[in-house]
C-alpha cells in the first residue's frame, strides 16, 4: 500500500523548508547560529564607536561570537546598549572580563576585543562585562604623530630663522658660483691640451703595463719566494744566541765591577793603580838614565859577559 501525498502538501512542505532554509541564511550571514545559540552578554559603551549587528566579538584575536543587537539605552547621556552573542560555550569567561572596542587595523572595522579576568567566577549567561576604552591604532597613531609635527614645526621655525638673514647675502652667493664654474671652465679649456696630454700618457703606461705583465708577475712570483724565505730564517735560534751572548757579557761586566780577576782589580782597585804608577815612573827613570849615562850600562853589560865567557872556557 502506498502512501499518497497530495499536492497541497508537497507545495506546504516545500514552502516550510525554504522559509526555514531562508532564515537560517539570514542569521548564517549575520555571523549567527541558530543551532548554537550559546550565551548572550550584555555591555554599556558611553560611545557605539561604530559597532553594529555581526561585528566579531574576539578573545586575543579569536573570535568567540558576534555582536546580535545594539540600541540607544539613554538618549539624555547617549549611553549605547551591546548585546554579544557568544558562541563557543567551551570557553571559560570570567565575571571580571572587560569588553573593549578596539580597531584591529587602520582599514579593518572594529571589533569587540573581550580582555579576560581573573576572578575565577564565570560569567552566566545574561550578565553584563564590564566596558573598557581602547585608543585604537588611529588614535595611537595620532599620539606618536603630534609630538613629531611640534617637533617639525619647531625645526622649521629655527630653519627660517637662519634663512632670513641668509637672503641678502644669497644673490651675492650665487654671483659667486656662477663665476668659480666660469673660470674653471676657462681652465680647462686652456689646458685641453695638457689634459689631453696627460690621459695619453695614462694610456701609454697602462699599454706598458700590459705588455709586460709577465714580467711583473715574475717580480711578484719573486718577492713571494724572497718573502718565505725570510720566514723560513731560524729566527729563533739566532735571537736565543744572542740572548745568551748578551747573558755572557752581562755576567763578565757584572764580575769587573765587583773587582774580580786583574781586570777588575785593575778597575776597582787603587793600590793596582799605585803600583802600575810607580812601575811606570821607574821604568821612566830608567829609561832616563839610560840616555843620560849610557857607558854606566855599557861596561857592566861588557863585564857581565866576559865573566860569562870566563865560565864557559873553564
Sequence with gaps: ????????????????????????????????????PGRTLYVVFPHAGYIEPSTPVVVNGYKIG??????????????????LQITE????????????????????ANVIDIKLGKSGQEVADGDTLRAGVS????????????????????VLIDLDSVLVPMKSSLPATVDNLNRLI?????????NNGKVSSILGNAEKIMAT???????LDSMIGNLNRFSDTLASVELAKTVATTQQAMAEVKKLLEGINQGEGTLGQLVKSDAMHQRLDSTAMSL??????????PERFLHFSLIHINKNKDKSIK
Design 1 to 36: 500500500m502506498h502512501l499518497k501525498i497530495s499536492r497541497e502538501i508537497k507545495v506546504a512542505l516545500f514552502a516550510a523548508a525554504t522559509l526555514a532554509l531562508t532564515i537560517w541564511g539570514f542569521y548564517f550571514l549575520k555571523g549567527q547560529d541558530i543551532f548554537k
Design 284 to 293: 821612566q827613570q830608567l829609561m832616563t838614565e839610560i840616555n843620560e849615562h
Design 89 to 108: 560555550d567551551d570557553l571559560f569567561l570570567d565575571k571580571e572580563s572587560e569588553a573593549i572596542i578596539s580597531s584591529p587595523g587602520l582599514i579593518a
Design 135 to 154: 585608543l585604537g591604532i588611529e588614535a595611537t597613531m595620532m599620539n606618536i604623530v603630534e609630538p613629531l609635527q611640534k617637533n617639525m614645526n619647531s
Design 182 to 190: 666660469t673660470d674653471v671652465d676657462n681652465l680647462v679649456r686652456t
Design 209 to 215: 703595463l700590459a705588455r709586460n705583465e709577465r714580467q
Design 66 to 83: 558576534i555582536v546580535s543587537d545594539t540600541r540607544l539605552m539613554d538618549a539624555v547621556e547617549g549611553t549605547v546598549l551591546v548585546e
